[in-house]
């Protein structure tokens, strides 16, 4: 200890130069690694801004007149592959179109349309097996389109008939399958994303070949519920696709006013997850993306962040009109040459897979079915009114007996005032 104050106090008297030679004959120690973060020493401050940061690169695989930009990225699905895609995002446009109306009708309570989405479901569904593990948040039809889900079961489920697998305890658009291995939808924001990482996980240790892919808005990755699945995701290198369809808007809020930043891909590496960034108009594209992200997840036993780049060019549900916060053209332009079923259109006719009289047939065909299920939907009875009661505990309890039995008395005393023909008994 005296030393070491006696060579202080002669440094302390020494010139510059006779300092920077005594420091050059100590050998440094090496430098302990932090636990909690890998990097080198600097020795002047310096701010890492924003804008100096690269930005990850969006993917495509076709322009929009449909040419394949560069032939090694054509994923060379067959004929009959790539008319499905085309043929179940006509089919989802069509039926949006029409139970649209049906709830500006009054015939239905509530509805969310796919308009401009469309590939960002068919081209992620088309990449996946049936044994995958689907959550969804309320944009993803098009996925149980392509996994086989019936006209009739949609239909069913936004009238909540007896023939809904939800028994009518749902909102309009809540779709679940059990057969497809779809989560029924919930409505609050992200809830499904940290089930989703725990259902990766226990998968993971079950080690089966299946994973686990969790779709989501990039106004859901606001909620905190978002940065629980990221970081448990990343500790826990659970096997998971996180897809972010990034539409552009949270409702009315514009995605330059709801987070600042690279989007939410950014987030992925920020996390440790690895990540990549797709057009989410070319549903080629989507198709490889999600192709090599599950690929990915299952070789390492760990997640991937998918943001899909799109547009949301329909309102955010029947209760907003966005025209409020938009302009007509802005619309306009992506619901033309940019929309995903005109740029797969271009491709098919470039291939000579596009006729445009069986197209019309096939849109005329499903035109038919969707409203004569609509008509067969509305004349079916609503499930029994007690089941409001049951499906939530493997045994009533009490409290509820007593409601349910208060709900009789109250009905037995007041029939006249309720539709109760419309109910099955």
Request: charged share 25%.
């Amino acid at each position: 200890m005296h030393l070491f104050r006696y060579s202080c106090n002669l440094l302390s008297k020494a010139s510059p130069q006779r300092v920077a030679r005594f420091c050059s004959t100590i050998k440094p120690n090496p430098e302990p690694e932090y636990p909690g973060a890998s990097a080198p020493y600097i020795g002047i401050p310096k701010l890492t801004m924003p804008k100096e940061v690269t930005p990850i690169p969006i993917y495509r695989v076709m322009a929009t007149n449909g040419c394949v930009l560069d032939s090694t990225q054509d994923p060379n699905l067959s004929k009959e592959t790539i008319q499905k895609m085309f043929r179940d995002m006509v089919l989802l446009n069509t039926m949006d179109k029409i139970l649209y109306e049906s709830q500006r009708q009054g015939r239905i309570s509530f509805y969310m349309t796919n308009y401009g989405e469309e590939a960002t479901h068919i081209g992620s569904a088309a990449a996946l097996e049936q044994r995958d593990l689907i959550y969804g948040q309320y944009r993803e039809a098009g996925v149980l389109v392509w996994r086989g889900f019936t006209i009739s079961q949609f239909i069913d489920q936004c009238y909540g008939n007896v023939d809904d697998a939800g028994r009518g305890k749902q909102m309009p658009v809540h779709y679940g399958s059990r057969e497809l291995n779809f989560v029924t939808l919930s409505s609050p924001l992200a809830t499904q994303m940290p089930q989703a990482v725990g259902a990766a996980y226990a998968m993971k240790r079950q080690n089966n070949d299946t994973c686990v892919v969790c779709y989501f808005g990039e106004g859901a990755a606001s909620e905190g519920d978002a940065h629980a699945a990221f970081n448990f995701a990343a500790t826990l290198d659970c096997p998971v696709i996180l897809f972010c369809r990034n539409n552009g808007f949270a409702i009315s809020t514009p995605s330059s006013e709801q987070y600042k930043g690279d989007g939410i891909a950014a987030r992925g590496p920020a996390y440790g997850i690895a990540t990549i960034r797709v057009d989410g108009t070319d549903v080629f594209a989507v198709y490889n993306a999600t192709k090599l992200a599950r690929e990915y997840v299952l070789k390492e036993n760990k997640p991937i962040l998918i943001e899909a780049m799109t547009y949301r060019i329909s309102h955010h549900s029947t209760s907003d009109d966005s025209s409020a916060y938009r302009s007509a053209e802005e619309v306009e332009i992506w619901n033309s040459d940019r929309h995903p079923i005109s740029k797969l259109k271009n491709f098919m006719i470039q291939k000579g897979f596009f006729n445009e009289t069986e197209e019309s047939s096939f849109v005329s065909e499903v035109r038919k079915k969707v409203l004569k299920q609509i008509t067969e939907s509305e004349k079916k009875l609503k499930p029994n009114w007690k089941e409001m009661f049951e499906g939530v505990y493997h045994e009533m309890p009490k409290h509820l007996k007593d409601q349910m039995k208060e709900m009789e008395d109250h009905i037995a005393a007041h029939k006249d005032a309720y539709p109760l023909k419309k109910f099955k008994n």
